[in-house]
């Protein structure tokens, strides 16, 4: 079958001031879907398309698309393209007009002609039954890179693993085809661990960790070593499936290939648990790690505690809840009790989470989810108890609990922790107020928030 060559034209003149100018970063509008933040203009654009109901009207739809991309720096273009190619794309019924919005920029005299833009597009083109668009832009980058074979398998990586993640099964199984057959034709070391990578993440991406089980196997059985990126990524394939003996199994088979179970591995059979409600065998996994000296990790806290129910309904309900570690376990059922025991005995995520000085001691609780800010929460509350009763304690001037301000939380500027922390306070009748000039802190004087604990907490 020939397939046809889609032939885009790339002006090669250049307005040299536009180039050197430096332009302020544009503000974001954060994506709930958690794709690409966009950018106002972009945000206004988008909204233009639904208001006039272009994506229904090719003709309005191109002139609207025209325009924005003549008015528009490279950022800005970029950033609305790169929101619709996104798999978390918040605007699905925009979709259609990736393609034309594409085109339009690639004939633009700033763009720089860019395989990673494609490989993103291919597989939206497929859902959307444009397959003869997609064929003709994949001949136009092996066209481009059939010489740069480094070059092409990264193209063809990025394929497979944006075809993945858009669940996009004709692309994908395409995908495959053309990265199985450059990996096994080059006698390169590169192409072939770099190929490999990609085929058993996809698969395991795709629901298919049996088959990418196989192609890890394969590449023994071709002399590439596999690493420990490849045996995660079967061990949590599985995991997520359900599929917990074949998990447990690649546990052991990491251990033969001379890879230690570490956190990152562990935090993934935790969260594949969790994801099945099975609780029970979080707990001997815990006591494992402690046993081995795994040390436990805020990711570790997030994927145990997100897992229980009873923990979930305090921190986001309406209520009040437990203000201290013993009060909670004994409310506790007892899988969940078993799990927090497990956790506060090891200080190392708090430890790592306070910095404790003369003149400041500091609560971070970033990259924390709701469930490990108020646990954490209430270990460090626990332990300024425990440290202030000691005369010899030097109080530090001041105490900041940092909660962020939503950046990052799936509404922008609703951050979930905040609202967590602040009931919390207000229930304990604590001294800690926002603080002015930062208000994703709490603030107070040491010496108020050690009287406080001590005579109020008693």
């Known amino acids: 079958m020939v397939i046809g060559i889609l032939t885009l034209t790339i002006p090669s003149s250049w307005n040299h001031h536009r180039r050197h100018c430096l332009r302020p ?94 490989a993103d597009l291919v597989p939206l083109l497929d859902i959307q039954g444009k397959h003869d668009e997609s064929q003709a832009l994949i001949s136009q980058v092996v066209s481009k890179l059939k010489f740069k074979e480094r070059d092409l398998v990264q193209f063809y990586c990025n394929l497979i693993e944006s075809c993945s993640k858009h669940e996009s099964k004709q692309g994908f199984n395409d995908a495959y085809g053309y990265l ?25 991406e795709m629901g298919q960790p049996n088959e990418a089980e196989n192609v890890v196997e394969d590449m023994i059985k071709n002399g590439v070593k596999p690493s420990l990126f490849e045996l995660r990524f079967v061990l949590y394939g599985y995991g997520k499936m359900g599929f917990f003996e074949d998990m447990e199994r690649m546990v052991k088979k990491m251990e033969i290939e001379g890879f230690g179970v570490d ?10 648990y969790g994801d099945y409600n099975a609780l029970p065998k979080m707990v001997p996994w815990l006591q494992k790690m402690k046993a081995l000296e795994i040390p436990f990790s805020i990711r570790t806290y997030n994927c145990v505690l997100n897992s229980c129910p009873m923990i979930m309904s305090f921190v986001r309900g309406s209520g009040g809840f437990p203000v201290s570690v013993s009060e909670l376990v004994n409310v506790l059922d007892e899988d969940e009790a078993l799990l927090v025991k497990e956790l506060v005995e090891s200080s190392s995520v708090l ?41 010899e304690c030097v109080v530090p001037a001041q105490i900041t609990v ?53 005579q109020s907490l008693d």
Request: contains cysteine; proline residues 5%; charged residues 20%.
């Open 25 to 118: 970063t544009p503000p974001l509008i954060k994506c709930e879907s958690g794709g690409v933040p966009l950018t106002k203009q972009a945000h206004r654009f988008f909204s233009s398309l639904t208001s006039t109901a272009a994506v229904d009207d090719p003709a309005t739809a191109n002139r609207l698309i025209k325009k924005f991309v003549a008015s528009s720096p490279k950022s800005i273009a970029l950033n609305a393209l790169s929101h619709l190619l996104s798999p978390r794309n918040s605007h699905p019924h925009l979709s259609a007009i990736a393609f034309p919005l594409y085109t339009k920029i690639s004939e633009a005299s700033w763009y720089n002609w860019n395989p990673k833009l494609v």
């Open 180 to 204: 199985s057959e450059l990996v096994n034709n080059s006698s390169s070391m590169y192409v072939k661990k770099q190929g490999y990578k990609s085929m058993v993440s996809s698969l395991c």
């Open 263 to 272: 956190t990152i591995s562990s935090n993934m059979i935790l969260s594949s």
């Open 351 to 391: 430890d790592e989470a306070m910095e404790w000085d003369d003149l400041e001691l500091k609560l971070d609780l970033h990259g924390m989810h709701s469930g490990s800010a108020y646990l954490i929460m209430l270990q460090w509350i626990k332990e300024m108890k425990s440290r202030f009763r000691v005369e």
């Open 402 to 454: 940092v909660c962020g301000t939503g950046k990052h939380s799936s509404v922008r500027g609703e951050s979930p922790v905040k609202t967590l922390i602040k009931a919390m306070m207000v229930q304990m009748k604590s001294p800690m107020r926002i603080d002015r000039k930062n208000i994703g802190c709490f603030i107070a004087k040491g010496q108020v928030v050690r009287n406080w604990l001590i």
